[in-house]
T-cell receptor, first 114, second 113 residues
Framework: AQTVTQSQPEMSVQEAETVTLSCTYDTSENNYYLFWYKQPPSRQMILVIRQEAYKQQNATENRFSVNFQKAAKSFSLKISDSQLGDTAMYFCAFGKGGAQKLVFGQGTRLTINP | EAQVTQNPRYLITVTGKKLTVTCSQNMNHEYMSWYRQDPGLGLRQIYYSMNVEVTDKGDVPEGYKVSRKEKRNFPLILESPSPNQTSLYFC????????????FGPGTRLTVL
């Protein structure tokens, strides 16, 4: 079974700093997708970024980028120029190409301090 | 406005009393899914549906039922709730599958006494 591990339960940085959230996963599959979802205090889950395993290029979305290391099974999220609105729980998720299941990590609670 | 709605938002019930949490989306999405969120465990998938009358188990389906009679609705049924089903529940939908952006509902906080 696929597993997703987020080893940092909580992180805290100052506004405008850069922060990196870690995620590792375990799979024997070659075709899969990885995601980062954000859950602010409102509880609303929002997709931050998506990476397809067959793509070598790391995905980016404005201030958010990933470092996808397929061989190491690592998928970290970098937030540049962090803002107060980035304060949230962040979940890493894995989806296998053929199946339609998503497996989430335990989450990292990120606090951006003014 | 494109959205996923869930009702109720909060529910306190007792062990064994059947309940249904409704989920509805207005985006004509084919894929719908239910998750539960527990501290330290993240989100775990309960059931998902690829289309009308097509449903399949996620990782934690025990104690839950679902149905997909209409494309827009995907209710979650707890026939005989137990305290270990106390959790925060999310419904989500996407155009075709999990690889598309999933839109989540606002969540339902369920407490089973």
């Amino acid at each position: 079974a696929q597993t997703v591990t987020q080893s940092q339960p909580e992180m805290s940085v100052q506004e405008a700093e850069t922060v990196t959230l870690s995620c590792t996963y375990d799979t024997s599959e070659n075709n899969y997708y990885l995601f980062w979802y954000k859950q602010p205090p409102s509880r609303q889950m929002i997709l931050v970024i998506r990476q397809e395993a067959y793509k070598q290029q790391n995905a980016t979305e404005n201030r958010f980028s990933v470092n996808f290391q397929k061989a190491a099974k690592s998928f970290s999220l970098k937030i540049s120029d962090s803002q107060l609105g980035d304060t949230a729980m962040y979940f890493c998720a894995f989806g296998k190409g053929g199946a339609q299941k998503l497996v989430f990590g335990q989450g990292t609670r990120l606090t951006i301090n003014p | 406005e494109a959205q996923v709605t869930q009702n109720p938002r909060y529910l306190i019930t007792v062990t064994g009393k059947k309940l249904t949490v409704t989920c509805s989306q207005n985006m004509n999405h084919e894929y719908m899914s239910w998750y539960r969120q527990d501290p330290g465990l993240g989100l775990r998938q309960i059931y998902y549906s690829m289309n009308v009358e097509v449903t399949d188990k996620g990782d934690v389906p025990e104690g839950y039922k679902v149905s997909r009679k209409e494309k827009r609705n995907f209710p979650l049924i707890l026939e005989s709730p137990s305290p270990n089903q106390t959790s925060l529940y999310f419904c989500a939908s996407s155009l075709r599958g999990y690889t598309d952006t999933q839109y989540f509902g606002p969540g339902t906080r369920l407490t089973v006494l």
